[in-house]
């Protein structure tokens, strides 16, 4: 089984930028697209961005233009670079597979907090 660990969040103001990392341990060999999803409280959890081991990218409507999600495949990491960032970014974001299969396992997730 594989297991997702996410870092890189933390805190910024609005219009500024991060870059999380996730680092996929396991039996990683057979996941095609990987993706970030995001939480906030009282919400739902949604999928931001995927991206398939051949490079093919899929945005939310809410983040396409200011987010790049890219993968490394030799070291096993997921990037999402995020720029012009918003308080409606705010959210626990987490990394997974992303296919027609739901996720059954979640790692902690990385906190992002946008001050206005």
């Known amino acids: 089984q594989v297991q997702f660990v996410e870092s890189g969040g933390g805190l910024v103001q609005a219009g500024g930028s991060l870059r999380l990392s996730c680092l996929a341990s396991?039996?990683?060999?057979?996941?095609?697209?990987i993706g970030w999803y995001r939480q906030a409280p009282g919400k739902q959890r949604d999928l931001v961005a995927r991206?398939?081991?051949?490079?093919?990218?899929n945005y939310a409507v809410s983040v396409k233009g200011r987010f790049t999600i890219s993968r490394d495949n030799a070291k096993n990491t997921v990037y999402l670079q995020m720029d012009s960032l918003k308080p409606e970014d705010t959210a626990t974001y987490y990394c997974?597979?992303?296919?027609?299969?739901?996720?059954?396992?979640w790692g902690q997730g990385t906190q992002v907090t946008v001050s206005s």
């Open positions: 997974n597979t992303a296919t027609s299969l739901e996720p059954q396992y």
């Open positions: 396991g039996s990683t060999f057979s996941i095609n697209y």
């Open positions: 991206i398939s081991r051949q490079g093919s990218t």
